[in-house]
């Protein structure tokens, strides 16, 4: 998957901050027994949809044209696998987040804002966690 880095450089940590130039950052990272497939979504920018035009990396959800327009789905998986996982409830929550990113490798979970943490948000990236977590646990 492109730009897929995050994951990799987290190891075993479950729940922190990071400290970075002037801010502060929460990060969540999950780790899944499930396997689970590789994926990435990531804010959407003009960029990512001129780039999209000519290489089509932009998985496109049915029913689903919030999400759509305003997040990048990348993943090496297919749609109905990637659609198992992100179900409705989970992408409507995910629409109303500002730069929220969620990477998946490995069956490790990454989940962070791309911005400074504000105290209701990270309350908001639990509750994220807590139902990626109960998707996950009911998918098998």
Not at 84 to 100: A, G, H, N, R
Request: with cysteine.
């Amino acid at each position: 998957i492109r730009n897929s880095y995050a994951v990799d450089v987290m190891n075993n940590y479950t729940f922190f901050e990071t400290n970075h130039i002037s801010g502060r950052y929460l990060v969540i990272l999950i780790e899944s027994k499930i396997e689970l497939p590789d994926l990435i979504i990531r804010p959407s920018t003009m960029a990512d949809k001129v780039s999209n035009l000519l290489l089509h990396f932009d998985i496109k959800l049915d029913n689903r044209p919030k999400f759509n327009a305003e997040y990048i789905l990348e993943s090496g998986a297919t749609k109905p696998v990637c659609e198992s996982l992100l179900t409705p409830e989970l992408t409507s929550v995910i629409e109303k987040q500002k730069d929220f990113c969620l990477e998946i490798r490995e069956s490790r979970i990454l989940i962070k804002y791309q911005h400074e943490m504000q105290l209701e948000e990270s309350m908001n990236l639990l509750a994220i966690g807590k139902l990626l977590d109960y998707i996950i646990k009911n998918k098998s």
